[in-house]
């Protein structure tokens, strides 16, 4: 497909389980970011991946979140021992990226995130 | 630090008037300015993004923004309204002086609503 996939769409877990959340990129974008919005929160930064280099950890809640890029495509956002507050939607989006950070980011759709 | 503001949770129009979405920043340097939209159940959409250059800045869908320094804006605007255009609008800033942050810091959005 022509856009960032993201799946799974939605996902309801038990509080104290352990979640992964997928994203696709677009083919060829090296910038790979990762927000989070809830209700009342809106958007939050939580990790940026820029080709090969040391992701942007600053977003990051806690140390129960972590995330990985493999071979600087696919993402992976792992949530160890949801919480309740973790409920959310969690977008991903990339982008072409250089030395001029003026591109824009394209969205997936997102995974909604329900801890019971 | 910065920090953008969408100062309305809604607005609300009629179909073929005029609207505007208001947004302010706050950043230590020069600015990247951008807007997105987001329909229900849908991720992000960018409509537009101001680099530098015109301050008047045409983007899709017939919408375009001002960036006006003095008063450190970037409202969203649109000559006539359309039901469609009903939607969560986000306006999110990057700082060009910021070389160690690249993530793009939102607002917290603005629903549109259109009436027929």
């Known amino acids: 497909g022509a856009g960032v996939s993201q799946s799974p769409s939605n996902k309801v877990t038990e509080k104290g389980k352990d979640v992964e959340l997928r994203c696709d990129p677009i083919?060829?974008?090296?910038?790979l970011y990762w927000y989070r919005q809830s209700l009342g929160q809106g958007l939050e930064f939580l990790i940026y991946?820029?080709?090969?280099?040391?992701?942007?950890k600053s977003g990051l809640p806690s140390d129960r979140f972590s995330a990985e890029r493999t071979g600087g495509s696919v993402s992976t956002l792992t949530i160890q021992r949801t919480q309740q507050e973790d409920s959310a939607v969690y977008l991903c989006?990339?982008?072409?990226?250089?030395?001029?950070?003026?591109?824009?980011?394209?969205f997936g759709p997102g995974t909604r995130l329900t801890v019971l | 630090a910065q920090s953008v503001a969408q100062p309305e949770d809604q607005v609300n129009v009629a179909e073929g008037n005029p609207l505007t979405v208001k947004c302010t920043y706050s950043?230590?340097?020069?600015?990247?300015l951008f807007w997105y939209v987001q329909y229900p159940n849908r991720g992000l959409q960018f409509l537009l993004k101001?680099?530098?250059?015109?301050?008047l800045v045409k983007g899709s869908y017939g919408f375009e923004a001002e960036f006006n320094k003095s008063q450190t804006s970037f409202h969203l605007k649109k000559p006539s309204a359309l039901v469609s255009d009903s939607a969560l609008y986000f306006c999110?800033?990057?700082?060009?002086?910021?070389?160690?942050?690249?993530?793009?810091?939102f607002g917290k959005g603005t629903t549109l609503s259109v009436s027929s």
């Open positions: 101001y680099i530098t250059g015109d301050n």
């Open positions: 083919s060829g974008h090296t910038a």
């Open positions: 950043v230590s340097g020069n600015p990247y």
């Open positions: 989006a990339s982008s072409l990226a250089g030395t001029s950070d003026y591109n824009e980011q394209f």
């Open positions: 991946f820029q080709g090969n280099s040391a992701p942007d």
């Open positions: 999110a800033v990057r700082d060009r002086a910021n070389q160690a942050g690249t993530a793009l810091i």
